[in-house]
């Protein structure tokens, strides 16, 4: 069983920037999907950026073109760059992965997660 463990989040302005990491300890990219999910109190979770194992990324709609998903292999890192923030990203944000075949991510066996970082994002 492998390990992950998230950094970076912390307090924002709207229209700033942060960059979340995290250590993905015995995962390897090319057999498990990779992403990044967020919740807020009462709110569902919500995947914002995923990886498959063929290097396939995707982005939620509310963060598409503000967020960056990103992958250094020799590190085993992800990271997500986020820009232009809104105080509707504020959330806590977890990575998570789980055993992939090229497309298809096997999220129904319930994921691996790291504790989460929070981002808060003041108006």
């Known amino acids: 069983q492998g390990q992950l463990e998230e950094s970076g989040g912390g307090s924002a302005q709207a229209g700033g920037s942060l960059t979340l990491s995290c250590v993905a300890s015995?995962?390897?990219?090319?057999?498990?999907?990779m992403s990044w999910y967020r919740q807020s109190p009462g709110k569902e979770r919500e995947e914002v950026a995923a990886?498959?194992?063929?290097?396939?990324?995707t982005y939620a709609n509310s963060v598409r073109g503000r967020f960056t998903f990103s992958l250094d292999n020799a590190k085993n890192t992800l990271y997500l760059q986020m820009n232009d923030l809104k105080p509707e990203d504020t959330a806590m944000y977890y990575c998570a992965a789980e055993v992939g075949s090229g497309a298809y991510c096997y999220w129904s066996r319930g994921g691996n997660w790291g504790q989460g970082t929070q981002v808060t994002v003041s108006s």
């Open positions: 990886r498959d194992t063929e290097g396939t990324i």
């Open positions: 015995g995962y390897s990219h090319r057999t498990y999907c």
